[in-house]
């Protein structure tokens, strides 16, 4: 028997059917992405992040962001900004403007563009300000205020517990964590000690996140951290069954099979189906070849077919290779 608690997983009045979480992935977490991977039983789902500024200032591709389908609710849309005005402002209109069911402020995010600006994990070095922004924006709007953020900035500066302490006393209604620090960037080992930690000293909804690549994986961080949920990241990509896998096995201890190349293909086309629907077809065919990668990971041969796809301009390109992979493996099997 599992030794994880099965109550329900909730933050603010939001209620999620289960504990496992999508990260939010730049570039990655656009509609399209997030409602493929909550049809495949994510309890909550986190879009890209968003910059305040560019939202202030209405910026077309920005507000193109926002979209959210009715399908994906229970959903969290993650905004960034290191200034406190410009960060209220952003959080209102996603508050008022959108139909998110939780507002995230990134404080996590490790490169270069985002620290210089004030922002993401810049903000790990300062508990003050951390509890300065969340009140203001927890403030400012209805909607319950999530953080996500990293263990720390360095070794040296591990505020992990003061950190997610001045959320909590801010007003924050969860906290996900990360267990690398900014330095570590997405390198090294997640330190699961840290999050056991946190959650030891804070009394609001923690998701713990880092190092989840299988279902055991989660099974594991949930136990050894004792979380509310778990987060996953990489491990999504070209691999929605990953989430469906993770929430069978943490509710029945019941393995789920890979699935078939067929299923991977047909996934993957509607996955582009609905990406073109949202950005158009060539926009969708450029940034659907690193989806279309991730779901040709672990099938045999696949470089090949990997570097035709990174050439293709057209929908029936992309259409007539990813079929070609399923059809090489259909006959396969009836030869076999």
């Known amino acids: ?7 329900p997983f909730q933050i603010g ?45 209405r910026n077309k591709k920005t507000l193109d962001m926002l979209y959210i389908d009715e399908r994906e609710n229970p ?9 406190k005005e410009n960060l209220v402002e952003a ?16 404080m996590g995010c490790p490169v270069n ?19 300065e922004m969340v009140s203001a924006v927890v403030d400012a709007v209805d909607k319950p205020v999530s953080v996500k953020m990293r263990i720390g900035w360095d070794e040296e500066r591990v505020f992990a517990v003061e ?32 999050l056991a930690e946190v959650k030891k000293n804070i009394s609001i909804p923690f998701i713990a996140n880092g190092d989840v690549e299988t279902p055991e994986d989660a099974k594991r961080i949930l136990e050894h951290t004792k979380a509310d949920g778990v987060m996953i990241g990489r491990a999504a990509l070209g691999n929605p069954w990953m989430i469906y896998q993770t929430v069978k096995y943490l509710e029945s201890g019941v393995q789920i099979p890979e699935p078939s190349v067929r299923e991977k293909m047909d996934v ?13 077809e060539k926009v969708a065919v450029r940034e659907m070849r690193k989806h279309a990668s991730w779901y040709l990971k672990g099938i045999r041969g696949n470089g090949k077919i990997r570097n035709a796809i990174n050439l293709t301009e057209t929908e029936q390109e992309l259409r007539i290779l990813l079929n070609s992979v399923a059809d090489e493996y259909e006959e396969e099997a009836v030869i076999v």
């Open 75 to 83: 959903m969290t849309l993650q905004i960034f900004g290191g200034d």
């Open 91 to 106: 959080a209102k209109f996603v508050d008022k403007h959108t139909t998110a069911d939780i507002i995230d402020i990134n």
């Open 13 to 57: 009045d939001i209620i999620m059917d289960n504990r496992v979480v999508l990260a939010p992935m730049a570039g990655i977490c656009n509609s399209a992405f997030r409602l493929t991977v909550k049809e495949f039983g994510a309890g909550l789902v986190y879009a890209e992040m968003i910059s305040d500024k560019a939202l202030n200032t």
């Open 268 to 280: 993957c086309l509607l996955h582009f189906e609905r990406l073109k629907a949202l950005k158009g």
């Open 163 to 194: 950190n997610a302490q001045a959320a909590e006393r801010a007003g924050a209604a969860a906290i996900a964590m990360h267990g690398r620090t900014r330095v570590q960037m997405y390198e090294g080992k997640a330190n699961w000690d840290v």
């Open 1 to 7: 028997m599992s030794n994880i608690d099965q109550k």
């Open 113 to 131: 563009k985002i620290i210089k600006c004030e922002a993401g994990a810049k903000w790990l070095l300062d508990p003050n300000k951390i509890y």
